[in-house]
Nanobody
Framework: QVQLVESGGGLVQAGGSLRLSCVVSVITFRINAIGWHRQAPGKQREFVARIFSGGSTNYADSVKGRFTISRDNAKNTVYLQMNSLKPEDTAVYYC?????????????????WGQGTQVTVSS
């Protein structure tokens, strides 16, 4: 079982910064990757950034050079540092975990989501 709790959202002016946090609680599963997705009103949820268990990362083109994903293993927390924010970054941001476990010799993969945190960027 994987539980994710996000925090850090808020209202910021264009050009400003925010840091989102995702506290990860996991029992028996192995985390393969933790990512951030976002969903703006009237739009589909979209990928933002991901960090894999080995430490590699990838980003959506729209946030490259502005957002940085990182983790603190001691705190079981994944961060999304967002700089140079734009009004089009306004959305609910969700933490997402890709995990797996072995049951009776078979691998079971799971996808878990946090409750989301609102980010609003004013122009």
């Amino acid at each position: 079982q994987v539980q994710l709790v996000e925090s850090g959202g808020g209202l910021v002016q264009a050009g400003g910064s925010l840091r989102l946090s995702c506290v990860v609680s996991v029992i028996t599963f192995r985390i393969n990757a933790i990512g951030w997705h976002r969903q703006a009103p009237g739009k589909q949820r979209e990928f933002v950034a991901r960090i894999f268990s080995g430490g590699s990362t990838n980003y959506a083109d729209s946030v490259k050079g502005r957002f940085t994903i990182s983790r603190d293993n001691a705190k079981n927390t994944v961060y999304l540092q967002m700089n140079s924010l734009k009004p089009e970054d306004t959305a609910v941001y969700y933490c997402h975990a890709q995990a797996s476990t072995v049951v009776a010799g078979s691998t079971r993969n799971t996808d878990d989501w946090g409750q989301g945190t609102q980010v609003t960027v004013s122009s």
